[in-house]
């Protein structure tokens, strides 16, 4: 078999495969034996009739199909080792020549991956960035451990009021008719927390236990649900319960409860350990995608559209299984939006099309540092798994496939070659 690339332009291949004509006789063989018993000639059997009996009543195109599907891998595959191509998706084909006795040329059309011309990836300069503790943060994170540790006290002498937790059942209607969605039994709702329509929790407020009566509101004009935007509605509601947060003094006596320490100041200067430590690895991610950006900016590669409607569909898929964690879904996302598919995946175009270069620049810059990972890399990335689905490393290893190793091992490079990139940048001061 022979083959020549006859044009390898914008990420496309065009390469011309000759398939000897000893070999396509092979094929047809090969076809033959598979749809023999398929065919029905008057005189014969099914599935008895010789070969050229077959071609002379059918045709000798009736055998074509199968033929090239069983000769083609090959060449195609032995075409690719030979250019050194990598495909990015299945290619197009075009029979240029084809019949017995004849060597069978193809014409494969592919897109390919394409070449990634860098630029500038060392010594490039990266803005400082700082993010200090303030006081408020360490307020703030003492009043969530406030809430968190707070008692949840009945009340019941008096009407709700603004930051009582009130238990509500309740049924919306809109002209005298209930709508979808807009009824629930033994609702927990925290007034003031802006959860509902609003002026919905504002009307809750100066009633008791146990009374019935009605909340007048108007949907948003910006509102999710497209037959409710702008709409008047009246809620039916009962009130069940109220009760009320009791929050904990700040003294020694609350961080002995919450923590280790002794003492609030000690359990405040811990609290501003660890936020900072948290805003220097904060910072420092900063850094780094500002560092890739620079890079990807730097370099330059043409990309088949196929490799960006491939990202693009992992973005849909992503965004599906993220909505229905929130009890929705793509199309009830889309019927909410007014959006299309075709309005979304436009909308998702440059970002694919951004996160396809940042792959390809990355993957370039590895290969050619020579960055790869270690067998002791793969088993922490491995044994790092197990612990988060709380399984064990051997059982996780027999589940792994060859293919899903070397995924793990691609990220390992993937990551390494930023901290790459990063670690041979030049960090600058605002100064500066």
Known sequence: MSSNLKKLEKSVATIELNIPKEKFEEGLNYSYKKNVGKFNIPGFRRGKAPRIIVERYYGEGVLYEDAIEHVFPDAYQEALDSFKIEPVDSPNIDIIQI?????LIIEAVVPVLPDVELGQYKGIEVKKVEYNVKDEDVTNRL????????????????????GDIVDISFEGF???????????????????SK??????????VGHNVNDEFDVNVKFPEDYRVEN???????????????????????????????S?????????????????????????????????????????????????????????????????????NLDKYLEITGKSKDDLRKEMHDDA????KTQLVIDKIGKNENIEATDEEVENRISEMAKNYNISVEDLKKELNENQINNIKEDIVYFKTIDFIFDNSKIISKEE
Request: aromatic share 6%; proline share 3%.
């Open 260 to 328: 280790e320490f002794d003492t609030l100041d000690e359990l405040k200067d811990s609290i501003k350990k660890e936020i900072q430590e948290q805003y220097n690895k904060n910072a420092e991610n900063e850094m780094k995608d500002n560092a890739v950006k620079t890079v990807v900016e730097n370099a330059k590669v043409e990309i088949p559209e196929v490799m960006i409607d491939r990202q693009i569909d992992i973005s849909l898929r992503d965004l599906d299984y993220n909505l229905r964690y929130q009890g929705l």
């Open 195 to 204: 959860t509902f329509i609003p002026g919905f929790e504002e009307q809750i």
């Open 353 to 356: 099309a951004l996160r396809v």
């Open 174 to 192: 809109i002209d005298g008719v209930p709508f979808e969605g807009g009824k629930s039994d033994n609702y927990s709702l925290e007034l003031g």
């Open 228 to 258: 409710l935007k702008g709409k008047d509605a009246v809620f039916k509601v009962k009130l069940n319960s109220i009760k009320y947060k009791e929050l904990p003094e700040l003294n020694d006596d609350f961080a002995k409860d919450v």
């Open 99 to 103: 019949g017995k006795g004849k060597d």
């Open 143 to 162: 009043e969530q451990m406030r809430e968190k540790n707070a008692r949840v006290i009945p009340v019941e002498d008096r009407a709700a009021q603004m």
